[in-house]
T-cell receptor, first 111, second 115 residues
Framework: DQQVKQNSPSLSVQEGRISILNCDYT??????FLWYKKYPAEGPTFLISISSIKDKNEDGRFTVFLNKSAKHLSLHIVPSQPGDSAVYFC??????????FGTGTLLAVQP | EPEVTQTPSHQVTQMGQEVILRCVPISNHLYFYWYRQILGQKVEFLVS????????KSEIFDDQFSVERPDGSNFTLKIRSTKLEDSAMYFC?????????????FGEGSRLTVL
């Protein structure tokens, strides 16, 4: 069951530059998409979400873009900071909070 | 800031033993969830719980699993007879609503190791 896929297991970015994390999905019935951030030995922390009827949502340094025709979403972090280093999970949901998670992308922001 | 708390943080058990993982959700939340993450794999939904009954469960949540809200604050996951493949990090989560946001508040997880 690969309904939500993150094809890049890791990403390394210089501090101050843009981080772009990508996610693809197969189920066109998802109502919303989310990004969660996870530090080691902690639970996932909600970062930002987007409804399926929107194509962009912005919250401070974080912007999520949704391309429904391509079934693709991305998270942009600008500017990247060392404290952003974590695993980022893309997730999708429908009528309930039963979320389908991707496998995660480990972001390393180099000082 | 309110948070979801889980105990124990790590439990080691022998195959076939019963395990109970405990969670205290955020106090004004009404929807409760268990997710798990096997090492190196994705976070997977197990079960959702509302109004003292299961709302939804995944195919992973078979008869060996059960959930309960024994009092007004705790939410527990019981695995009746653990198997090696139950070894995972188990995350409890809660939310104020069950639709439309996906904004779940997760606990720090309980690592279960089955030997």
């Amino acid at each position: 069951d690969q309904q939500v896929k993150q094809n890049s297991p890791s990403l390394s970015v210089q501090e101050g530059r843009i981080s772009i994390l990508n996610c693809d999905y197969t189920n066109s019935m998802f109502d919303y998409f989310l990004w969660y951030k996870k530090y080691p030995a902690e639970g996932p922390t909600f970062l930002i979400s987007i409804s399926s009827i929107k194509d962009k949502n912005e919250d401070g340094r974080f912007t999520v873009f949704l391309n429904k025709s391509a079934k693709h979403l991305s998270l942009h972090i600008v500017p990247s900071q060392p404290g952003d280093s974590a695993v980022y999970f893309c997730a999708a949901g429908g009528a309930t909070n039963k979320l389908i998670f991707g496998t995660g992308t480990l972001l390393a922001v180099q000082p | 800031e309110p948070e979801v708390t889980q105990t124990p943080s790590h439990q080691v058990t022998q195959m076939g033993q019963e395990v109970i993982l405990r969670c205290v959700p955020i106090s004004n939340h009404l929807y409760f969830y268990w997710y798990r993450q096997i090492l190196g794999q994705k976070v997977e939904f197990l079960v959702s719980f509302y109004n003292n009954e299961i709302s939804e469960k995944s195919e992973i949540f078979d008869d060996q699993f059960s959930v309960e809200r024994p009092d007004g604050s705790n939410f527990t996951l019981k695995i009746r007879s653990t198997k090696l493949e139950d070894s995972a990090m188990y995350f409890c989560a809660s939310s104020a609503m069950d639709r439309g946001t996906g904004e779940l508040f997760f606990g720090e997880g309980s690592r279960l190791t089955v030997l």
